[in-house]
């Protein structure tokens, strides 16, 4: 009805990339893919593709393309996203949620330096402009990912206490603040770091998970799994003390 109607408009691009993501959520890549680029192309015979707008398709083509594990493709349109954000929008959270995007592509691709460089970007735009935010908190987690997956394991704790802080001053009980008492109970003990403060995240994690998404979810299992490894290898350090 729009092409009808309205020809070409802004709003036919607002209808493909509705589209488009539809055919992502059916797996269907390639179609999806030639959806959004016809919306691409309609911005540009449309005379709008230097804006912000168009940073918002290629951003929303990143996320689809990330969900579907195709990590190139997410890169190649989270990048084009960012630059447009930065061309038109300068410092900004949509600007500051692009740099966080490029870095996950990054750490999904175990480009940790990469992935680290865009993750302080975001944090350093999102702690300027948002402050204490729950943004903010999923850089510093995010943050902590990176340094634990480099070997830094002491810059990994301190993201992740960071994040645990913010998160549950924030949401409170959630599941995203249980989510950081993970990473910090893992890190402590794969670390071979604080095997009481491993327990005692992993226990804070446990908890919350039971709490906010059951007993038979696969988070819940997974802290569990880490509460009985920190507990044995407590048990472990104290029969070699013995």
């Known amino acids: 009805m729009r092409k009808e109607n309205s020809g070409d408009h802004v709003d036919t691009v607002s209808s493909l990339t509705s589209i488009g993501s539809l055919y992502f959520k059916?797996?269907?890549?390639?179609?999806?893919?030639?959806?959004f680029h016809s919306a691409l192309e309609l911005r540009k015979r449309l005379g709008v593709y230097e804006h912000e707008d168009t940073a918002s398709v290629y951003f929303t083509l990143g996320e689809n393309h990330f969900t579907l594990g195709n990590y190139e493709k997410a890169l190649e349109a989270h990048l084009q996203a960012l630059q447009l954000r930065k061309k038109h929008l300068t410092e900004h959270p949509l600007t500051a949620r692009s740099f966080g995007e490029v870095s996950c592509v990054y750490f999904e691709l175990r480009h940790y330096s990469e992935a680290l460089k865009f993750c302080e970007q975001s944090l350093a735009t999102t702690l300027e402009l948002l402050g204490e935010h729950v943004d903010t908190a999923a850089n510093f987690n995010h943050l902590g990912c990176i340094h634990f997956k480099m070997g830094e394991y002491r810059s990994a704790v301190q993201a992740f206490e960071a994040?645990?802080?913010?998160?549950s001053k924030l949401?409170?009980?959630?599941?995203h603040t249980a989510t950081c008492y993970h990473n910090l109970?893992?890190?402590?003990?794969?670390?071979?770091?604080?095997?009481?403060?491993?327990?005692?995240?992993?226990?804070?994690?446990l908890s919350l998970r039971k709490k906010r998404l059951g007993d038979h979810h696969?988070?819940?299992?997974?802290?569990?799994?880490?509460?009985?490894?920190?507990n044995e290898a407590l048990s472990a350090q104290k029969l070699d003390c013995d």
């Open 26 to 35: 059916m797996k269907n890549a390639s179609e999806g893919d030639k959806v």
């Open 163 to 167: 994040a645990a802080d913010l998160t």
């Open 171 to 175: 949401l409170g009980e959630h599941e």
């Open 185 to 205: 109970g893992c890190v402590q003990a794969v670390a071979g770091g604080d095997l009481s403060a491993a327990l005692e995240y992993s226990n804070k994690a």
């Open 218 to 230: 696969p988070g819940t299992a997974d802290s569990l799994e880490l509460l009985n490894r920190a």
